[in-house]
C-alpha cells in the first residue's frame, strides 16, 4: 500500500526528498507521517501532516526537514536539508487510509560526517 523512495548517501550540510507513493488515494486520509528507527534506538516520529495540510515536525528536525503531501498524485514527501550523521536511519512512511492503518517498508538515510 505504501512504497518509499529516495533515500541514500548522502554528506553531512546535505539534502534528500523521500516520496511514499500509496496504492490508495490519499485525499480522505487523516494523517500521514515520517517515522524513523536508528541504529539501535526506538522508532520515532519525524514529522506529520493532517488533511488540512497541518505539519508538526519532532525538535530534532524542526527548521531542516518539510512534510508535504499532494494527493493528486497520492504521495507523501519529506525534504530534508542541512542533514547530519545523527539522522541516519530507515525512514518509514505511516497513513491512515479508510481508518486503517498502513506502513511502508522503509528506506535507508544514511549521512556521513
Known amino acids: 500500500q505504501l512504497v518509499e523512495s529516495g533515500g541514500g548517501l548522502v554528506q553531512a550540510g546535505g539534502s534528500l526528498r523521500l516520496s511514499c507513493a500509496a496504492s490508495?488515494?490519499?485525499?480522505?486520509?487523516?494523517?500521514m507521517a515520517w517515522y524513523r528507527q536508528g541504529p539501535g534506538k526506538e522508532r520515532e516520529s519525524v514529522a506529520a501532516?493532517?488533511?488540512?495540510?497541518?505539519?508538526n515536525y519532532a525538535d530534532s528536525v524542526k527548521g531542516r526537514f518539510i512534510i508535504s503531501r499532494d494527493n493528486a498524485k497520492n504521495t507523501l514527501y519529506l525534504q530534508m536539508n542541512s542533514l547530519k550523521p545523527e539522522d541516519t536511519a530507515v525512514y518509514y512512511c505511516y497513513a491512515v487510509l479508510l481508518g486503517l492503518a498502513y506502513w511502508g517498508q522503509g528506506t535507508q538515510v544514511t549521512v556521513s560526517s
Open positions: 501532516i493532517s488533511s488540512r495540510a497541518i505539519a
Open positions: 490508495g488515494s490519499t485525499s480522505s486520509s487523516s494523517y
